[in-house]
C-alpha cells in the first residue's frame, strides 16, 4: 500500500540507502532499500524507542514533541521523523547524501503520507 509512495519519497532523497515506514514498536510496515544486508528492523526499533524516550523527556520539561533526530555513523546518516503518534519513517542516508534535503524531503513525506495513517 505505501510502498510505491515510500520508493518516490526515496527516489527524491539523493544518497539515500534505505527508507522504512514503523509502527510506534519500531515494527516495519513497509520498507524500500538498496542494500538487502541492513538490519533495518533492528534498527528502526532501536530508534523508535530512543525517539520515543526523548519524547517522554521533553513532555515533561514542557519542550514539545521530537519531531526528527539525526545520528551520523562511521557509515551513514540515520533520521527519524515522526509522521503521527503511530507511525515513523527511518531513513538511512549514505556519505555522499545531503542531511538538509533529506530532512526537508521527510517533512514533505510527513504531508504525503498523513492522511492516509
Known amino acids: 500500500m505505501f510502498l510505491d509512495k515510500l520508493k518516490t519519497i526515496r527516489q527524491r532523497i539523493p ?6 515506514l514503523v509502527d510506534r514498536d519500531g515494527i516495519p510496515v513497509e ?4 542494500d538487502p544486508s541492513l538490519d533495518l528492523e533492528a534498527l528502526a ?3 523508535v524507542i530512543q525517539v520515543r524516550s526523548m519524547t ?3 513532555r515533561e520539561l514542557a519542550a514539545g514533541e521530537v519531531r526528527q533526530l539525526g545520528v551520523a555513523t562511521q557509515d551513514a546518516t540515520l533520521i ?3 509522521l503521527t503518534q503511530d507511525y515513523y ?7 555522499e547524501g545531503i542531511y538538509g534535503q533529506a530532512r526537508f524531503e521527510l517533512r514533505r513525506a510527513a504531508l504525503l503520507l498523513d492522511p492516509e495513517l
Open 80 to 82: 527519524v521523523s515522526s
Open 31 to 34: 520498507t524500500t532499500s538498496s
Open 45 to 47: 526499533a532501536e530508534l
Open 89 to 95: 519513517l527511518v531513513l538511512v542516508l549514505g556519505e
Open 15 to 20: 544518497g539515500s540507502v534505505a527508507l522504512t
Open 56 to 58: 517522554e523527556n521533553h
